[in-house]
C-alpha cells in the first residue's frame, strides 16, 4: 500500500521560510513525477512545483525564484523549501506522486501552512 506523509507546516510570517517535505512508502514504479500541490479555502488545487525523475522543475508563476522543489527518490522524500512566504501563500499543501503505468495520482492527507503577521 502507497502511503505519502508530509510534514513541516505550521505558522509563520510574512517573509518567513518553512520547509515541507514528505516521505512517501510502498512499491511505487515507473514514476513520472513528484510534486506540490495547495489549496486555499474557496479556491481549487493549484500545482505549485514538479520536480521530474530526470530532475527538470517547474513552478507556479508566483513562487518562481522564492520556493525549490527537491527530492531523493532512493530516501523516498520530495521536500519544498519555501522562503519569503506571502499571506496569500496560506494554503493546505498536498504532496503528489504521479506515476506512467497504470497513469495514477498518490496523495498524501496535506498539511496547514498559514502565512500571517
Known amino acids: 500500500q502507497v502511503q505519502l506523509q508530509e510534514s513541516g507546516g505550521g505558522l509563520v510570517q510574512p517573509g518567513g521560510s518553512l520547509s515541507l517535505s514528505c516521505v512517501f512508502s510502498?512499491?511505487?514504479?515507473?514514476?513520472?513525477?513528484l510534486g506540490w500541490y495547495r489549496q486555499a479555502p474557496g479556491k481549487q488545487r493549484e500545482l505549485v512545483a514538479s520536480i521530474s525523475r530526470g530532475g527538470s522543475t517547474d513552478y507556479t508563476d508566483s513562487v518562481k525564484g522564492r520556493f525549490t522543489i527537491s527530492t531523493d527518490i532512493a530516501k523516498k522524500t520530495v521536500s519544498l523549501q519555501m522562503n519569503s512566504l506571502k499571506p496569500e501563500d496560506t494554503a493546505v499543501y498536498y504532496c503528489?506522486?504521479?506515476?506512467?503505468?497504470?497513469?495514477?495520482?498518490?496523495w498524501g492527507q496535506g498539511t496547514q501552512v498559514s502565512v500571517s503577521p
Open positions: 510502498g512499491s511505487i514504479r515507473s514514476i513520472h513525477s
Open positions: 503528489n506522486i504521479k506515476i506512467n503505468f497504470p497513469p495514477r495520482d498518490y
